[in-house]
């Protein structure tokens, strides 16, 4: 029997192949019926997408798979699905399109967990959400008017303008966590909609019916919460809309799987296609829990998370200037270098008074006003807003480079009075 360690390498070659393969969709659409290269309008490829092609008309769909460099579930779905449709398993109508993030990262990620003999928290979050992918989430809101002046802007433009819009909403976005919690659907709010008016439109399209899920995460609307570019592609005709599955935690080869279980019934429910064998989950997609979690994104304690939706992009811009180093081991924080003077005083406090911040894991309880981070320029403090539990913290004892920011999700949540409100 293999352990889990060796579990993951053997998916991670795999994953490798196809990134190789993804990284060169002009050589694919060459060697495999009906898959193709997806270019622009300049005729220029689009690395990392491909467009699978049934040759009847139907409905565009999109899915996006490893768009974070080191949550590589979603690139083990979309092999399987590669697979499978060489094999003959097609929808009957219509086009899928896949793409995927920074190919070169991904790759040097591998190259890391296949080196090492212990799979750490700390390996897998140094590779966490940087700068250098693509990843949809950092997608500027007005990309489609916007002028572009970098090559990161420019791949994104292709992704929305190419792969996104055309798929009218159906769209699956494949992520894991960041420790080893069950999968959850995250959905979207549109401007007005309370979260109950969500989970109805989210039942109403049939989209996630026999979903494994037993959790929801609802975003509201906001200039930087990471839904900003992907929710704009709501299409309010068809009520279609895109859905981001969390397949849980990203060095846990059961998370692998699990992404190709949600596509498969994804790709079952919005088109039709058959699925490999049984593929119905546990429990319903007919969201009825008595709660849903809001989850706030904060980078200063200068900004209220009430502010975000008022923030312009230059506020923004100047509220992340600092990188913020999460506090879940003080003594871990007090051997880290690259302290500024300031943030040393700060750390010196917090130890006078025993802090201990051990406890901010995943879906943890917080209390409002603990500590969540310290500035590593400014050492000012972040403090958790309001009472609820800790999501996705992301968090590493490695000093990122200049410029780049670490930030937490505080999941707050609220008893079923509060879903229409």
């Known amino acids: 029997m293999i352990d889990i360690v060796e579990e993951l390498k053997i998916k991670l070659t795999a994953v490798r192949q196809h990134l190789q393969l993804l990284a060169r969709p002009d050589i694919s659409e060459r060697s495999f019926d009906g898959v193709y290269a997806v270019r622009d309008e300049g005729d220029e490829v689009i690395t990392g997408a491909l467009c699978y092609r049934t040759g009847v008309s139907g409905p565009d769909v999109a899915i996006l798979g490893g768009i974070h460099m080191n949550e590589m579930s979603g690139v083990y779905a979309l092999l399987k699905f590669h697979t499978r ?104 709010m549109q401007d007005g909609e309370t979260p109950a008016m969500v989970i109805e439109r989210i039942n109403a399209t049939g989209v996630t ?72 989950g546990s429990q319903s997609a007919s969201f009825e829990r008595n709660y849903y979690v809001e989850t706030n994104a904060l980078y200063h304690p200068d900004v209220k998370p009430e502010d975000y939706s008022q923030l312009g992009q230059e506020t923004l811009k100047a509220a992340k200037k600092d990188t913020f180093v999460l506090m879940r081991d003080l003594r871990s924080a007090r051997a880290m270098t690259g302290w500024s003077d300031k943030a040393r005083q700060a750390l010196h406090k917090l130890e006078e008074k025993n802090y201990s911040s051990s406890r901010l894991d995943n879906f943890e309880p917080i209390n409002r006003g603990d500590l969540l981070g310290i500035g590593l320029n400014s050492g000012l403090e972040l403090r ?36 229409n409100a």
């Open 209 to 280: 019916e026999d979903f494994p899920i037993q959790d929801f995460i609802v975003w509201k609307p906001g200039p930087y919460n990471g839904v900003e570019s992907i929710r704009s592609i709501v299409d309010a005709e068809t009520g279609n809309l895109p859905i981001l599955v969390e397949n849980g935690g990203g060095a846990n080869p059961a998370s692998f799987d699990a992404a190709d279980l949600h596509t498969q019934i994804w790709l079952k429910n919005v088109t039709g296609m058959e699925p490999e064998g049984e593929v119905t």
């Open 384 to 419: 958790s807003p309001g009472d609820g539990v800790v999501m996705m913290i992301g968090a590493s004892t490695v000093v990122v480079p200049e410029n780049r920011e670490t930030y937490a999700n505080i999941g707050i949540k609220f008893k079923s009075d509060s879903l």
């Open 85 to 188: 449709w060489l094999n003959g398993a097609r929808p009957k109508s219509g086009n899928i399109y896949v793409a995927t993030g920074k190919i070169e990262r991904a790759l040097e990620f591998i190259d890391t967990v296949m080196a090492a003999e212990n799979i750490s928290p700390d390996l897998w979050s140094a590779f966490h959400a940087t700068h250098d992918h693509f990843n949809y989430n950092r997608i500027p809101f007005d990309i489609l008017t916007k002028e572009i002046s970098n090559d990161f802007e420019r791949h994104a433009l292709q992704i929305v303008r190419y792969i996104l819009k055309p798929s009218k909403g159906r769209i699956l976005d494949l992520h894991n966590t960041s420790t080893n919690a069950a999968p959850m659907v995250t959905m979207f």
